[in-house]
């Protein structure tokens, strides 16, 4: 499972083969135990660097790699490479891949067409994504109605893993192309650098002479004038080029509020594509192929547990059935179904979204409108508190379900006043197209996790 972090690790962009292979490459691991990863590092040096430079990434890989959140502590071995604490586990099963070993062994090998479970939820999306790799060897080109692909849908859905599929399979058959994979924060964050450090020139050399060009999370442009700025002349030169983009998103580019219609038009030049939950048929497929990687024997009755249990999202089903494996390697444990039960709970409980309580709507109302939670409650009938008290009044109706009463109740206010409020927003919403984006922005921070 180990090697599984340093693969995640390794595959990063932000880490340059250099940088894993003197501080990342030699790390082996401890123990875990109570959601916390015990790694082993040489020295007091190392592992303060490691700590400060890598920490957050390496946390991020164990999180990603074991579905739940981890705490990180790092361990300086002794002399006789131990340390005070209980006896490190084998790590024949977990053992660190060597430093020399070419960056094709130590891929995320679950991350390909081959291993990508398909089902009617992500069949389509599977099949643009084979057909936009398959260009490179050739033939027919009737891919230009792929260009771009744009693949939307939840969280936890597939689709890194359908992009990383796109990458996998282009570097292994034409290493002469020039692939580029990164997200929008990464984007974000190089063009920022190249701005401060005045090399704007390489950066657009960097990305505009793609072949393929592969953004995760797109979504994440919106309120970035300058790099919105950057990436659609970006895109336009690809574009122009007759280069393969591919872009991913949690919603289609028509519901990304705050973005440029210049930049969302061209969103849906090509195709868009979406991947909904999987069957139940197609959540134990997956089950079963992440347990046959991790060497796992789970019955048929566990297999179907977990799937009716995990309805909506990948990532928490994969979690699942790393965390069953880490304690059945971890506590000798059997896998059961009173263990499976007890780790569905925790990934669920893990997972829930925050509860939209009353003060999360107005605290959330009064950050947008640049107003105190006291504002909305008290009679100041300033507009813009005026506003954020309508849109509070909407949102607690709309998200909660409240009746006027109850609503008057928590601002203090008349509650035959509320319907005339909600009635007023409501068309306002309707008729002001930046007012509905603002309020869409915090519905969905509201619904995040």
Not at 41 to 70: C, M
Not at 289 to 308: F, G, M, P, T
Not at 351 to 369: G, M, W, Y
């Amino acid at each position: 499972m180990f090697e599984s972090v340093l693969k995640y690790l390794y595959e990063l962009p932000q880490i340059s083969e250099v940088g894993y292979k003197r501080w990342l490459a030699d790390l082996e691991p401890f123990k875990l135990e109570n959601n916390t990863a015990y790694i082993l590092t040489e020295s007091e040096f190392y592992k303060k660097t490691i700590l400060d430079v890598y920490g957050d990434v390496i946390k991020e890989a164990f999180e990603n790699v074991l579905g739940f959140p981890v705490e990180l502590k790092l361990l300086v071995k002794t002399k006789s490479s131990s340390v005070t604490a209980p006896t490190p586990v084998a790590t024949d099963e977990v053992s660190a891949p060597s430093g020399d070993v070419p960056s094709a062994a130590i891929r995320q090998d679950k991350l390909t067409f081959e291993n990508f479970i398909k089902g009617k939820s992500n069949d389509l999306a599977f099949a643009c994504c084979t057909a936009v790799a398959n260009k490179a060897d050739g033939g027919d080109d009737n891919t230009q109605v792929f260009n771009p692909l744009f693949i939307y849908g939840d969280s936890g859905l597939g689709k890194t893993h359908l992009m990383k599929a796109i990458e996998f399979q282009i570097k292994s058959r034409h290493p002469e192309l020039n692939l580029i994979y990164t997200t929008t924060e990464n984007f974000t964050n190089e063009f920022v650098q190249a701005l401060s450090e005045r090399s704007t020139t390489e950066f657009h050399n960097k990305y505009r002479s793609a072949d393929y060009l592969l953004i995760d999370d797109i979504q994440f442009i919106v309120n970035k004038d300058a790099v919105q700025e950057e990436f659609f002349h970006t895109f336009n030169d690809l574009y122009n080029a007759g280069k393969q983009i591919v872009l991913t998103s949690d919603i289609a580019p028509s519901r990304i509020s705050k973005l440029e219609n210049r930049i969302r038009s061209r969103f849906m030049l090509g195709m868009q594509v979406d991947i909904q939950p999987p069957d139940l048929e197609t959540r134990m497929a997956i089950i079963k192929s992440k347990a046959e990687l991790l060497d796992l024997q789970l019955s048929d009755n566990l297999v179907r547990l977990i799937a009716e249990k995990v309805k909506t999202n990948i990532r928490q089903l994969e979690g699942t059935i790393n965390k069953i494996k880490a304690l059945t390697t971890y506590t000798n444990e059997a896998p059961s179904i009173s263990m499976a039960q007890r780790v569905i709970k925790e990934i669920m409980i893990e997972n829930h979204p925050a509860e939209i309580t009353s003060e999360r709507v107005i605290t959330e109302v009064a950050n947008a409108f640049s107003v105190t939670p006291e504002d909305i409650l008290s009679s100041n009938r300033r507009a813009n508190i005026s506003l954020a008290r309508k849109v509070t009044i909407y949102l607690l109706k709309e998200l909660k379900g409240l009746t006027y009463i109850q609503i008057g109740n928590i601002l203090n206010k008349n509650h035959s006043t509320m319907t005339i409020h909600y009635q007023d927003i409501v068309e306002k919403i309707n008729q002001n197209s930046d007012l509905r984006e603002t309020v869409e922005d915090i519905m969905k921070n509201l619904k995040e996790i």
